[in-house]
């Protein structure tokens, strides 16, 4: 045993391990469909954000891998017994929902599927509702509309090629989420790199000089991983990319203090030649 979602004990089931796919492109939620939490893995009274769930929602109802949606509550579900009270009318706040949550579709049947809980604000239940509205699906969507494609002609490619180079996606402490600046970095590579449909790139992940060289090498993948799923996202083909992660063994800055660590903390993206 290296690692594990959760306690084991005896009688777990063991199989063989068939490696998966580490991107899942992203698509577009089905607009107007809601649905329901039906099921928890494990059959948990109370779960958040990592746990996976069941909905009542399948292929039929053209749920597909890769779907993002909003998990949500209105008012009165969540003071249900407002409505109860003698006096109080609930009609006002009833139409008015606010989101809890965010899951992504792992897995599909014909009618029914897998989620994975991205986020949650709230601890979760069954019977909670999702619909389209997933922060992530806007996200990207607003990323593509504001980095449209903008001919290079007349433009030096190898300037070009220094500019994506020299611009590196830096990351928190012990982090590989991508905070608000590195996303703003990636869409501007994306935009590189639909204008040169030719490049190929390798996506490095580095890490300060804090940890063991096993974690670090761990985590420098993560990093690159992270870019990569993101650029994936933008609609950058997987196959353009590749990533490798050097841990603290390549550090940008040598020195030993936190501007240097901050440096070091990175995702350097290198064009094949």
Not at 113 to 127: F, H, T, Y
């Amino acid at each position: 045993m290296e690692d594990s979602y959760r306690s084991l004990s005896i009688g777990s089931w063991v199989q063989k391990y068939e490696p998966r796919q580490a991107t899942m492109p992203l698509k577009p939620a089905v607009r107007d469909l809601q649905g329901r939490i039906i099921w928890s893995y494990e059959n948990l009274v109370s779960f958040g954000e990592g746990d996976i769930v069941f909905l009542d929602k399948g292929r039929v109802h053209g749920l597909e891998p890769g779907q993002c949606y909003e998990i949500f509550r209105t008012p009165a579900e969540e003071w249900g017994s407002l409505r109860e009270k003698p006096g109080r009318s609930t009609r006002a706040v009833e139409h008015i929902t606010h989101g809890i949550g965010e899951i992504v579709v792992l897995r599909v049947e014909e009618n029914s599927s897998a989620a994975l809980v991205r986020k949650s604000k709230l601890p979760l239940q069954v019977g909670e509702r999702f619909r389209a509205g997933c922060a992530w699906e806007k996200e990207l969507e607003l990323a593509k509309k504001e980095a449209p494609r903008v001919s290079r002609e007349g433009v030096d490619l190898k300037k070009a090629i220094e500019e994506f180079e020299n611009k590196d996606v830096l990351f928190p402490y012990d982090s590989y989420v991508l905070t608000q600046q590195a996303r703003q970095i990636l869409q501007e590579k994306a935009k590189f790199l639909e204008e040169n449909p030719q490049v190929r790139v390798l996506i490095e992940g580095h890490c300060d000089e804090r940890g063991t060289k096993e974690y670090n090498l761990a985590l420098g993948d993560r990093r690159a991983q992270a870019a990569k799923r993101y650029l994936v996202g933008l609609g950058i083909s997987p196959d353009r990319m590749k990533t490798i992660s050097y841990g603290k063994e390549r550090p940008l800055d040598p020195g030993h203090n936190e501007e240097a660590w901050a440096r070091n903390r990175r995702a350097h993206f290198v064009v094949e030649k």
